[in-house]
């Protein structure tokens, strides 16, 4: 059974910065592509970044490019997202996705920005 565990989320003022993390169970990380979504209130859910392959290679949603950085411990088959210069508008219940083969959701968390 795979599971997908997110913690770090929190109230942070503008300019300020987080790291999630997502700790997965059931999926080797390494051999997964793994991501993060995010979904505002009244707002379509939004893929923030993902992490995939050997490499491994990265994307991100130009919103947060050179803001945001995706990361993956395989000891710890975690997976991060650090956040920098955090604005109102990055609100929003952060979600950690894995997939191959199958698609896993973890339970979200929340990240308020305060202007």
């Known amino acids: 059974q795979v599971q997908l565990v997110e913690s770090g989320g929190g109230l942070v003022q503008a300019g300020g910065s987080l790291r999630l993390s997502c700790a997965a169970s059931g999926i080797r990380i390494i051999f997964a592509g793994m991501g993060w979504y995010r979904q505002a209130p009244g707002k379509q859910r939004e893929l923030v970044a993902t992490i995939t392959g050997p490499g491994p290679t990265t994307n991100y949603a130009d919103s947060v490019k050179g803001r945001f950085t995706i990361s993956r411990d395989n000891a710890r088959n975690t997976v991060y997202l650090q956040m920098n210069s955090l604005k109102p508008e990055d609100t929003a219940v952060y979600s950690c996705?894995?997939?191959?083969?199958?698609?896993?959701w973890g339970q979200g968390t929340q990240v308020t920005v305060s202007s």
């Open positions: 996705t894995g997939w191959g083969p199958g698609k896993y």
